[in-house]
């Protein structure tokens, strides 16, 4: 029987053993990203918050969003390869992350669990993006706040690749990152019109859509 994009939960080819590994190595250098969206999150929180990132990858976010306080951090992904490889990352960094196999539209987490829910550069490729909206209000604790952080289709060329050039990758590297931004992740990412129709089909009781460098972050409040 053949598989859905709906059952398989995203968009594309799955980030999973030599491509997971490929992209842990060209986001690595991007730390400074990391740690400002982890200080942006990080101050809207309480000492010992509940903290889920959807769809972590490699990790490097929810390990700096560890580093900056008391808060209890949760990531879950669908690639079984990103959910060991942030592991990993989080034992090499001295930081306890509990990193989790499952799908963003069918959460494995009762109602009610966190404080604070983070999406950064993933939102794009869910094959079920309202589903997974719909998830995170669920496992939000009233007055909760999601955070879905991603890249804007409008985004000017030079400005994405200016971002590219900051991530200190090699020259092949940085080569091959403009091509998938060029010809990926630009066409597969949504203009704002869709997301503001997306937020406003949602139970949360209140959201905006905020710029933030070349993309977003679409905030939404329980």
């Known amino acids: ?15 999973e053993g030599v491509i997971a590994t490929w992209y842990a190595h060209i986001t690595e250098g991007d730390a400074r990203a990391y740690r400002a969206c982890a200080e942006a999150v990080a101050g809207r929180l309480r000492p010992g918050a509940g903290v889920l990132e959807v769809a972590p990858g490699p990790g490097y976010l929810a390990i700096e969003l560890a580093r900056l306080g008391d ?12 959910v060991r490889i942030a592991g990993e990352n989080a034992r090499k960094t001295g930081v306890s992350i509990d990193f989790r196999q499952g799908n963003a539209s069918r959460m494995p987490f009762e109602d009610g669990t966190f404080d604070a829910i983070v999406c950064r550069a ?6 079920d993006p309202a589903g997974a909206l719909k998830e995170m209000h669920r496992v939000l604790r009233p007055g909760g706040v999601a955070s879905v952080f991603d890249l804007r289709r409008d985004a000017p060329r030079d400005a994405v690749d ?4 900051e991530m200190g990758l090699s020259g092949l590297n940085t080569a091959l990152t403009k091509l998938t931004f060029r010809f990926m992740l630009l066409r597969t990412a949504y203009p704002r019109a869709a997301m503001e129709q997306m ?24």
């Open 199 to 222: 937020a406003a089909q949602t139970p949360f009781s209140a959201w905006e859509l905020l710029d933030d460098g070349i993309g977003f972050e679409l905030r939404l409040v329980k």
């Open 122 to 127: 993933a939102f794009k490729n869910f094959s």
């Open 71 to 82: 808060f209890r951090v949760t990531g879950l992904d669908i690639s079984h390869s990103f």
């Open 162 to 165: 200016a971002h590219v050039e």
């Open 1 to 15: 029987m053949q598989t859905t994009a709906k059952q398989k939960g995203y968009k594309g080819l799955p980030m």
